[in-house]
């Protein structure tokens, strides 16, 4: 029986690194994501190479009705979710405390915190019906450590970090494994969405660094995901070589 994950923010970075790793290893996929464009052809792309089915889900994940009309009632064949990987999220900004936008913040919790919540509700019910599963939340070091002007960043991953560790508490009686991987720096398009389009500032952000790829992190998803059914990593920090905390 083919295996099926489901990929939130898979139009970029690291959610589409996993896309394609997942793919190449034989998985039908649910990629999601606001930009139709992208997604579809990312999946006309890896349907045609690896074989696989696709569904494709666009929405916003900071919408809590899209999100339930997406995936609370999935087509029958699309219900047997093996993995979710809860990794759409963004930075807003990289101000002082007090210079900080309240709308940059309000995006950031409720992409990087309630969009989490909503999306591993609605599938949730899937996996306790399966009587397993795995769910791999993406948090971050900034949901380790507070550095200048990370704020309310970091608070959202440092939320993340505490609903992992919920998470793995209360689902273990279903049988639900959850793995927090928390990358450093990683180049992606993510530092772009920070400093809202200014290359520089996003590119000046690696300086010194041979940062890490989305590859890399989708690689160490990967593995945390195929380990026999008896073991979890719970929580699992990765950096380049050259950052060893924020
Ligand atoms: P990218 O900007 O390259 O990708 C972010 C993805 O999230 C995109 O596919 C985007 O899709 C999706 N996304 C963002 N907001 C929403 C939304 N409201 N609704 C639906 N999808 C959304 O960045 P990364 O790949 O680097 O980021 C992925 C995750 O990794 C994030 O949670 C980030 O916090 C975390 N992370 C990143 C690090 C880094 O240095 N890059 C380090 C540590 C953690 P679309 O715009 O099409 O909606
Ligand atoms: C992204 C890593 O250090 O830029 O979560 O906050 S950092």
Not at 5 to 34: E, N
Not at 111 to 139: D, R
Not at 161 to 186: C, E, F, K, W, Y
Request: proline share 2%.
């Amino acid at each position: 029986m083919s295996k099926i994950v489901l990929i939130t923010g898979a139009t970029s970075g690291i959610g589409k690194a996993c896309a394609v790793k997942y793919a190449v290893a034989g998985y039908d996929l649910i990629i999601t994501g606001r930009r139709a464009e992208r997604l579809t052809a990312l999946k006309e792309e890896l349907e045609q190479v690896n074989g696989i089915k696709i569904l494709a889900l666009v929405f916003d994940v900071q919408d809590r009705k899209a999100v339930d009309h997406h995936l609370a009632s999935l087509p029958a064949e699309w219900q047997n979710i093996d993995i979710l990987i809860n990794n759409a999220g963004l930075a807003a900004g990289r101000d002082l405390f007090d210079d900080a936008d309240m709308e940059d913040w309000e995006t950031m919790l409720n992409t990087n915190v309630h969009g989490l919540l909503y999306v591993s509700k609605a599938v949730l019910p899937y996996m306790v019906a399966l009587k397993k599963g795995h769910i791999v939340n993406i948090g971050s070091v900034a949901g380790k450590e507070v550095y200048e002007r990370g704020n309310v960043y970091c608070a959202s991953k440092f939320a993340v970090d505490a609903i992992s560790q919920g998470m793995r508490i209360d689902l273990l009686r279903h049988n639900i494994r959850v793995t927090s991987i928390n990358p450093g720096a990683v180049e992606t398009e993510f530092s772009e969405v920070r400093f809202k389009g200014d290359k520089e500032k996003a590119t000046a952000t690696y300086n010194g660094l041979t940062p890490l790829t989305g590859e890399d992190i989708a690689d160490t998803i990967f593995y945390c995901t195929q380990l026999p059914p008896h073991v979890c990593i719970n929580d699992l920090v990765i950096t380049c070589t050259q950052q060893a905390g924020t």
